[in-house]
C-alpha cells in the first residue's frame, strides 16, 4: 500500500514556475515507477511526465517537454515536478500517481494516486 499527497500548486503568471512535490508513504516507494497527471476541468485525465525507479529514465508529454522536469528522491520517498515557462494551458489538478509498469503513460497502469493539488495559471 503506498499512500500519495500532493503539495506545492497555486496561483502564478504566465511565464511562471512552481514545484509541486508528492509525498509518498510505505517502505516500498523505490519499487515504484512515479508520474505526474493533469486535469484541467471538463477534460479527461492526461499524462504529464513518469519516471523510473532509479530516476535514471524519463518519458514527458509533448505539451511539457523541455519545460517540465520530474525528479524523484528515494530516501525521502518524494517525487517532484519543477514546471517553467507555465501557460495558462497548464491549469490543471495535478495528481501523482504509483505504478510497477514502465513506462506507465495511461491512468489505468496507475494503483495509487494522491488527491491532487491545484495549480492555474493566469495571462
Known amino acids: 500500500q503506498v499512500q500519495l499527497v500532493e503539495s506545492g500548486g497555486g496561483l502564478v503568471q504566465a511565464g511562471g514556475s512552481l514545484r509541486l512535490s508528492c509525498a509518498a508513504s510505505?517502505?516500498?516507494?523505490?519499487?515504484?515507477?512515479m508520474a505526474w497527471f493533469r486535469q484541467a476541468p471538463g477534460k479527461e485525465r492526461e499524462f504529464v511526465a513518469v519516471?523510473?525507479?532509479?530516476?535514471?529514465?524519463?518519458y514527458y508529454a509533448d505539451s511539457v517537454q523541455g519545460r517540465f522536469t520530474i525528479s524523484r528522491d528515494n530516501a525521502k520517498n518524494s517525487v517532484y515536478l519543477q514546471m517553467n515557462s507555465l501557460k495558462p494551458e497548464d491549469t490543471a489538478v495535478y495528481y501523482c500517481?504509483?505504478?510497477?509498469?514502465?513506462?506507465?503513460?495511461?491512468?489505468?497502469?496507475?494503483?495509487?494516486w494522491g488527491q491532487g493539488t491545484q495549480v492555474a495559471v493566469s495571462s
Open positions: 510505505g517502505r516500498t516507494f523505490s519499487s515504484y515507477c
Open positions: 519516471l523510473d525507479r532509479s530516476g535514471g529514465a524519463t
Open positions: 500517481a504509483a505504478s510497477l509498469r514502465w513506462p506507465a503513460r495511461t491512468a489505468t497502469e496507475y494503483v495509487y
